[in-house]
């Protein structure tokens, strides 16, 4: 085998992530999209390293075969969404509807990890860390094209967005990195994720400031209940509104634009939670008009876990601190950049990130965002049908997204979770017996699937306690 080819794929993928033009970057070229330019001309055509040869007796390397993924189905195709479905490793028979915990990862988004971390292993000693040397590792440097492609998808510009880990970290970098003093409130709701909230608990505890959650009413079903609950609780000394943009547990859609509005009125910052929202509804910067985001890929946008956005508008980055830090710690020509020094990283998950980015903007997400409303507005609908059957998540049509939470009256959660696996390999998550089941509809899913869940729960409400 040639040996200069795993490098040369390597090269690819790596010069593709340090390749951006100005124009995809920032219109009108300021320093910082410059430098990946100058990064992208430096780079030239990928070097030529004479083989070695291999060690007398040792047998020849071979390559390893990768798992060739399904033939991608034409737009018309009738059974289109069955072949999508085939582009996942989820056995036939079983449906996974966990989505809002973790996505199940397409075929030829694993494979760019499995194939980029390989490359890497074969080539690592040609790492000399010359200046038109791709990358081996993430956690140092600016990754402008990928950035780029990931803004274009949420509309925002290339350095308002910031590659981390997860939303988690994101959470972490805007709570502890903002300057709040004894008395300052936090306004949020009461049923965050851990960690959209645990970082401004820690804040009360540490530095005196207020936590302040609203009581969400269950299920939520009035825009402008949620909108006048933040309203009523905003004194002269809240600083900011805090909201997930889907709620956890109960999957509210909140009114992020009108939250938004509302925080910059008062003289507040608007902070959202955004872990489940890329991929499964719209998400556009600009138009909900927060001051800061965090969000998980590995969600709904398919990439694998290690994968996280953290977006803040260019005039209100100088508002935050950066809490981890390394060289660039305060690069401020750079954007977010400065919120990316995370030490050294597996950059095969940022490889896979833009192949997740690719695989949803093949499907098209106005198409993929279509098929979760419809797969799950058809869930909503059959419960409605069923007496006993309680709908814990939002039916309005501004609030309901792709995730249902529903109940049985007299089924335990957990009973009903483990019922619906042992019946019909339907994979859903316990959220206590208030709420009951999570059932989060993706494009993998189907509409027997839904069928199933239905015929399901009608069964159980039958069957004597």
Not at 137 to 155: C, H, M, T, W
Not at 233 to 253: D, E, G, N, Y
Not at 309 to 332: A, C, G, V
Not at 362 to 384: H, N, S, W, Y
Request: with cysteine.
């Amino acid at each position: 085998m040639d040996s200069r080819l795993p490098y040369d794929r390597l090269w690819a993928v790596r010069l593709r992530s340090c390749s951006a033009s100005l124009s995809e970057v920032e219109p009108g070229g300021n320093d910082w999209s410059r430098s990946a330019l100058t990064i992208s001309r430096r780079a030239g055509p990928a070097r030529q390293f004479p083989t070695r040869p291999a060690r007398p007796g040792a047998p020849a390397a071979a390559p390893v075969p990768l798992s060739a993924a399904p033939p991608w189905p034409d737009d018309s195709d009738p059974q289109f969404w069955d072949r999508i479905r085939d582009q996942f490793y989820i056995k036939p028979g079983e449906a996974y509807f966990n989505t809002g915990t973790i996505g199940a990862t397409p075929r030829p988004v694993l494979e760019r990890v499995i194939e980029d971390m390989r490359t890497l292993q074969a080539t690592i000693t040609r790492w000399d860390w010359s200046p038109n040397m791709p990358n081996w590792i993430s956690g140092y440097s600016p990754e402008v094209a990928l950035r780029a492609k990931l803004a274009k998808l949420v509309n925002a510009d290339a350095s308002e967005i910031a590659l981390i880990q997860n939303a988690t970290m994101g959470m972490n970098f805007l709570a502890h990195g903002l300057d709040l003093k004894a008395g300052d409130e936090i306004i949020s709701t009461n049923q965050e994720h851990p960690s959209g909230v645990c970082g401004w608990q820690m804040r009360a505890k540490r530095d005196g400031v207020i936590w302040k959650p609203i009581t969400m009413p269950v299920p939520a079903n009035d825009p402008d209940e949620i909108v006048h609950l933040y309203e009523q609780a905003i004194t002269p000394r809240t600083r900011a509104l805090s909201f997930p943009h889907i709620i956890s547990p109960t999957a509210v859609v909140m009114p992020a634009k009108r939250l938004s509005a509302l925080a910059h009125d008062h003289g507040c910052l608007a902070v959202v939670d955004g872990a489940d929202g890329i991929g499964q509804v719209k998400l556009d910067m600009k138009d909900i008009g927060c001051d800061a985001c965090f969000s998980s890929p590995h969600k709904w946008l398919l990439a694998p876990p290690g994968n996280g956005m953290l977006y803040i508008p260019r005039e209100k980055q100088d508002r935050f601190w950066t809490t981890l830090d390394s060289s660039e710690w305060d690069n401020h020509k750079d954007g977010m950049y400065r919120f990316m020094q995370c030490g050294t990283g597996n950059m095969s998950l940022l490889a896979a990130l833009d192949a997740a980015i690719d695989f949803h903007n093949r499907i098209g997400p106005e198409r993929v965002r279509a098929r979760i409303k419809f797969l799950a507005d058809r869930l909503r609908t059959g419960l409605q049908q069923i007496p006993s059957a309680r709908i814990s998540s939002p039916v309005h049509p501004e609030l309901a997204g792709g995730i249902v939470v529903h109940r049985l009256e007299g089924v335990p959660a957990q009973k009903l979770q483990d019922e619906l696996w042992l019946r019909g390999q339907l994979r859903v998550r316990s959220v206590g017996d208030a709420l009951g089941v999570r059932q989060s509809c993706m494009i993998y899913n189907s509409e027997g699937e839904i069928d199933s869940t239905l015929e399901i729960v009608k069964a159980l409400r039958a069957t004597p306690a």
